[in-house]
């Protein structure tokens, strides 16, 4: 089943009107809604205030994330618990090239090395590892490949506590942020005489990021090879007997989706506090992502932004503006406690009755909302609502 | 045509978006004029300060720890304020729930900073060094409630009470000094976190500075729920001392199964090892009251001699009169003092910008506590941040109140004097 | 050598302990394709509702287990009834992600009825009561575990094997479209799955709380080692769990007992990843588990 598409189908009108490439620029959707877009930011940026960027901070990170996960197990079928494996592995390799070196002996190592080193080698190293693992667990499907990614978590917990130099033990240690010379996002100075917060940085930064995975996933699926892991996903069997080289489908969507996963896991403990424990890449992690992946609506790029708004953007909404307040009372029903709830309870509503997820909920409404105009328009040939596919799109 | 609704849809969606941030944009801070110099956090025209709390108010730790270390906090400054407050000014607190969580602690220290002048509490360890570099950043003073003896490093940290690292220094001193046992037989049992490295670091400068005879080190992690195999490991090096860097639940476990293979040696407890509802499991309390010591600071409740104990049982009385004998209260009412101490300078030099809060912490040097800790002492190197190294080695003993009876009296070992940071 | 012993005793006790809650995951597992993720809180909520039962409400211990057992039984039915229902012929990630949502509602519950921080649990015996032989100490309680764990697994062979409820199970297990043909009441066959399971975590999750001798919300966590034993006993066996689960505890013992001499190598921790390093390797070599079924794959 296809995705939300966004053709960049022109609207010009039929007939004999001019159709400038100007004109159909102007008038196409997409381009409207581009332009829209971009005024939101801009006004965002300039007057969301800390609170919110924090959140929309953390959201976009959360979402590359997510997207890694939808890769691996929306697109290609394959489920994965231990997506925390492999963004603690992209963490630690951009902790240890661009970290600071020690200043107490003990302390972890780091090279402070530039962005520009750290955040690819995060996504590359993080792939390298998938390289290595895959092989031996993409033998296994559905139940038993869930079990095998939830041991690489533990496993990963135990590696990184163990693995003092690069981690910093239990203790945990300092992550670098992104920083050029004597500036940095943790504590930025005046560039052109503009001094701006470090969320308005890192928001500056995450948001064409974000862009770029999302639309490099997106175009990947459109792809022949993203094609072959939807048809792994879709029926291996067949897929096979069609001639998808299974082996090369699985072990690219594994690579492309630790690679992703690593330069998100680097993000993730760079901001925004800089600093994190090896606990930190724990299974409860994991089986947010997973939520955010199937609330948002699997195999869809939007439904991931969505998942990862929803899961993590949130919970931290609900704390920021203090929609309970604070009071230490023994028996206080708190922020956390309502978080907990709403996370655990909403879960089971949309997996019992919206399995496509936020996505899936959107489309519904559009078909329905489709009914208030043309009335030719959304109906089949006998005048029958032709309605949004109620099926989920993954199987196994 | 098809496109309209979603373009429509599209449209409205973002505008909502738009205007929902420009509502919510931050608040500015209020700044009054006047002789005394202030940037964040001092209402000069409502005369208050505010003072930022990050502590987990829900979650596993907020019973036991968060919640009363923040009453005795609160406590504190409510007495403050109906005497006027501190050279007329109020005292605020901004409360946050940080759920023991490093990412929320950060967020909400991102959005209280710049309503508070500096803060009066970051509870815990991973919590409180994620704000580190922020704190540097930022300039902001923070009080830590937290024991781990490597934010004495960290200039913008207040810390309270001696480091787990040095209790277990004392713990020592107590059994080869006081106790007279020379060369005995010791072990530990740490968690595998940062909490139980602190422990662990402390148990390895007390083993070669008083000559300890190491027979056993064992870890645990904090969702074991089976701790034979250390009690075994333990009972067969034949420790007769052994220290547990421990949670209370994992404590329990570990008394309890040694006791049933056989094994009772002297336990020695970290202060946050202890809690009152161990005594309720049968057979444990009897054991907890024979073997074990518990590590800790504070004058004993309700021991009316210390004139600081007395003046908090009358404020407990009066604002707070259903709170039970708690060690964090005790810990929270003495940090509130501490910070006390820190905004009084302030203001006496008039400066309570953040560079003079930090000024004024600078100069303190001493801090007398009404005997509820030992005088504190403060200064600039982080030798000179720890500001206290001593411990009180106490007794379960069910008829006292609080249940600790202290054995030791209160005292600074050779180790913990000595101990570099 | 009393050394060993003695780890290996306590090991045999955790390992069942793990074979109960195995036990549970296979029965749900066999009747309706379902894992439940949220086995673990079944476990802490019996332990909890015990130990509330009996120190709160001051009831007898036997009492307390019985009304423990008859609400997980209950939970256990009902999210069966009126959520899981719904999901049949979903994907697997989705009905894993409903029981998580399940084992997220169930502790946060249990935390905010603010009375789960070191509970004591409800025990007939004390802490330190048992048989000493050899230098070994044979507790009272894993006694009882292995004993109990011993009759639970006889009582469902009985039942399996020879009432007709467990023959109408067993049917389901093999081809819920023929059972369904022959008359077998599928809905019957769901709620007794769920409730044998929820009645197994419960009876885990007592003698789990009085081993522990104080425990918190987090008890429910120990659950996730059963994973690597249904995979070792194989999927779908019955008797492969309860194998499965011993062979884990035992091993797991076994490696922290000895991991002091092995740390300059391993570090710490190992202890905690042997059970699924010994998942993995059955994975490889005999990924259908010491006594599960191969499957054959049709085209």
Redesign the interface.
């Known amino acids: 089943m296809s995705e939300v598409t966004r053709e960049a189908t022109s609207d010009a009108p039929s007939g004999d009107a001019p159709t400038s490439q100007w004109r159909r620029f102007l008038t196409s959707r997409l381009r409207a809604l581009l332009l829209i877009g971009v005024a939101v930011w801009v006004l965002v940026f300039l007057l969301g205030g800390d609170n919110w960027l924090l959140i929309l901070n953390v959201t976009m990170i959360a979402a590359i994330a997510t997207l890694s996960l939808n890769v691996l197990s929306g697109y290609t079928g394959l489920i994965s618990l231990g997506i925390t494996f492999f963004m603690g592995i992209g963490a630690y390799t951009a902790a240890w090239l661009g970290g600071p070196p020690p200043t107490f002996p003990g302390d972890p190592m780091g090279h402070s090395l530039s962005i520009f080193i750290w955040l690819p080698a995060a996504g590359i190293v993080a792939a390298l590892v998938g390289a290595l693992v895959g092989p031996t667990a993409l033998r296994l499907k559905g139940f038993y490949l869930a079990i095998v990614t939830l041991a690489l978590v533990f496993i990963g917990l135990y590696l990184f506590k163990n693995a003092r130099t690069i981690t910093g033990g239990p203790q945990g240690r300092i992550f670098p942020g992104p920083s050029f010379g004597d500036f940095s996002f943790a504590s930025p100075t005046p560039v052109f005489g503009v001094l701006l917060t470090t969320n308005q940085w890192y928001f500056v930064f995450l948001t064409p990021l974000l862009a770029l995975v999302a639309l490099f996933v997106y175009n990947v699926m459109r792809s022949r090879a993203g094609r072959a892991f939807q048809a792994v996903r879709d029926n291996e069997t067949g897929a096979a007997i069609i001639g998808v080289n299974l082996f090369q489908a699985k072990m690219g969507a594994f690579i492309l989706s630790s690679f992703l996963a690593g330069i998100a896991g680097a993000l993730w403990a760079a901001y925004p506090g800089g600093y994190a424990e090896p606990n930190t890449w724990d299974l409860i992690l994991a089986i947010q992502f997973v939520a955010a992946l199937l609330v948002g609506g699997v195999a869809s790029v939007w439904g991931s932004i969505l998942g990862a708004a929803f899961v993590f953007g949130l919970p931290l909404a609900l704390d920021t503006f203090s929609i309970i307040p604070q009071n230490t009372s023994a028996t206080a029903f708190t922020s956390g406690d309502l978080s907990a709830i709403l996370y655990g309870g909403l879960i089971i509503l949309f997996m019992l009755f919206e399995p496509a997820g936020i996505i899936g909920f959107i489309r519904r409404f559009q078909v329905w909302a489709r009914r208030f105009e043309n009335p030719t328009d959304g109906r089949g040939k006998g005048g029958e609502v032709v309605a949004a596919s109620e099926q989920s799109e993954f199987e196994s | ?7 429509r ?3 409205g969606v ?2 909502c ?2 205007i929902l ?2 509502i ?3 608040c500015g801070v209020n700044n009054g004029g006047g002789s005394l110099k202030n940037d964040f956090g001092v209402n000069t025209s409502a005369k208050t300060i505010s003072l930022g709390i990050l502590t ?5 730790v ?3 720890i968060g ?1 009363p270390i ?2 005795g906090i ?1 406590t504190y400054f409510d007495a403050v304020n109906a005497s006027g407050g501190i050279d007329g000014y109020k005292v605020k607190l901004v ?3 940080t ?1 023991y969580n ?7 220290y ?2 209280i900073k ?1 309503q508070v002048a500096m803060f009066a509490e970051s509870l815990g360890t ?1 919590t409180t ?6 704190t540097n ?1 930022d300039h902001v003073l923070v009080n830590a409630a937290t024991l781990d003896s ?1 934010l004495a ?1 960290e200039p913008y940290m207040v810390l309270i009470g001696t480091p787990y690292r040095l209790q277990v220094e004392n713990a020592f001193d107590y059994v080869v000094k006081k106790l007279g046992v020379q060369h005995p037989k010791t072990g530990i049992i740490y968690q ?3 909490y ?2 602190d422990g662990l670091t402390g148990y390895k400068e007390a083993v070669s500075y008083y000559g300890l005879d190491n027979v ?4 645990y ?3 074991d ?2 701790f ?3 009690a ?2 333990l009972k ?1 090096s034949g420790a007769q001392y052994v220290f547990l860097t421990a949670i ?2 994992a404590a ?2 570990i ?3 040694a ?4 094994y009772d040696p002297h336990w020695l407890l970290q202060s946050p090892a202890y ?1 009152n ?2 005594l ?5 309390n009897q ?1 907890l009251e024979a073997e074990a010591w518990v590590m800790g600071q504070g004058a004993t409740w309700g021991d009316t001699s210390v004139p600081g104990m007395a003046e908090m049982l009358n404020n407990i009385q009066k604002y707070a009169p259903s709170q039970q004998p708690d060690g964090y209260f005790e810990f929270g009412y003495t940090e509130a003092k501490v910070t006390y101490a820190i905004l009084k300078k302030a203001f006496d030099n008039g400066d309570v910008t953040r560079a003079g809060l930090l000024k004024a912490f600078n100069s303190l040097q001493n801090v007398d506590v009404g005997g509820l800790y030992p005088t504190l002492h403060y200064g600039t190197a982080p030798n000179q941040r720890v500001p206290s190294r001593d411990s009180t080695v106490y007794a379960i003993d069910p008829t006292v109140p609080g249940n600790l009876k202290s054995l030791s009296g209160d005292f600074t070992g050779g180790a913990a004097a000595a101990s570099q940071f | 050598m009393a050394y060993f012993i003695q780890l290996a005793f306590a090991g045999l006790a955790q390992g069942c302990i793990y074979a109960l809650v195995a036990l549970g995951f296979t029965i749900i597992f066999k009747a309706s394709g379902v894992i439940n993720f949220a086995q673990g809180e079944f476990l802490l909520g019996g332990a909890f509702v015990a130990s509330v039962a009996a120190f709160e409400w001051r009831l007898n211990f036997f009492l307390a287990a019985l009304i423990a057992l008859a609400v997980t039984i209950l939970v256990g039915v009902a999210f069966e009834r009126f959520a899981l229902r719904r999901m049949i012929g979903r994907p697997v990630f989705s009905i894993i992600m409903i029981t998580i949502g399940l084992d997220i509602l169930i502790r946060t519950g249990i935390v905010m009825t603010g009375l789960s921080n070191e509970r004591p649990p409800a025990a007939p015996y004390g802490i330190a009561a048992g048989i000493n032989y050899g230098g070994v100490h044979y507790g009272e309680n894993e006694l009882w575990t292995i004993a109990v764990t011993l009759i639970v697994c006889v009582a469902l062979y009985v039942f399996f094997r020879y009432t007709r409820y467990g023959l109408a199970m067993r049917a389901t297990a093999i081809d819920q479209e023929a059972a369904l043909a022959m008359g077998i009441n599928i809905r019957v066959v769901y709620m007794l799955a769920w409730g044998i399971a929820g009645a197994v975590a419960t009876i885990a999750g007592i003698f789990l709380a009085i081993q522990v001798t104080t425990f918190d919300s987090t008890l429910g966590s120990i659950a996730l080692f059963a994973f690597p034993a249904i995979i070792l006993g194989g999927l779908d066996s019955i008797p492969g769990a309860v194998v499965g689960g011993i062979i884990i505890g035992v091993v797991q013992l076994l490696t922290t007992g000895y991991e002091s001499h092995i740390v300059q190598f391993v570090g710490t921790g190992f202890d905690t990843i042997t059970p699924y390093l010994l998942m993995i390797i059955i994975l490889l070599v005999r990924p259908y588990g010491l006594f599960g079924t191969r499957k054959v794959e049709r085209v």
């Open positions: 045509m098809a496109i309209r609704p979603r373009l849809t599209s449209i973002l505008s978006l738009a941030g420009v919510l944009a931050g987990p108010l829900s979650g596993p907020a019973a036991p919640i923040t009453k609160e409360e946050k729930d759920q490093p990412q929320l602690e950060v967020s909400a991102q959005q710049n991973p060094q994620a704000i580190v570099p922020l950043n490597y490093r595998d976190d940062g139980g490295q056993g080190e064992a870890t992690e904090a969702t729920t089976t034979t195999a250390q075994a490991q067969a209370p639940t329990a476990g008394i309890g199964t006791h049933a293979i056989g809690a509802g161990l309720q499991v049968k057979g444990l054991l």
